[in-house]
């Protein structure tokens, strides 16, 4: 091997040392590193995973978000609602109320107006029973007795509002 320039023994030797250094390196630096890339790619791989769970997280968290003020879009709306409602049924019951209010009031003052209406009735027959006695007492130019003649005048007074009443 000489004529080709090859050196055997050198050859041997670098061989050997080659595979000496490829044993050691392998033992001590191919599996430390081999083992340190591994590491690295399975952190690489979990922050990756644990980023698409954050993003899944992050998605359905904004679904649920977005579903709460859906929810709370819908009762606040519910509540409007349940509030004009209840304010048109303050306003009804309110009127309802003022009606009833002004009716009784109304037939107060009817029951107060009949009332002095039938008061000055009385004052007034009284009064014209007082002046027809006098009215008698001086055409006469006597005394009658007071009481039979407001009795006949009670009477008349009677008939003529009978017929009064009965007319209209």
Known sequence: MDAIGINLPGL???????????????KLLYGPISKALDERSNRIKESLEAADRAR???ASSAERVEQEIAEARTQ????IAEAREAAGRL????EERVRAD???LRQ????????????AIEEIRAEFANLAVDAAERVIGRSLDAQAHREII???LQEGLAKDGGDS
């Open 56 to 58: 899944q997280d992050a």
């Open 76 to 79: 606040g709306q519910q509540l």
């Open 102 to 104: 002004l009716e009784a």
């Open 154 to 156: 009670e009477g008349v």
């Open 12 to 26: 041997i030797t670098q061989l050997v040392s080659f595979l000496i250094l490829f044993f050691i390196l392998s």
């Open 108 to 119: 107060r003052a009817t029951q107060d107006v009949q009332r002095e209406r039938d008061g």
């Open 91 to 94: 306003r009804t019951s309110e």
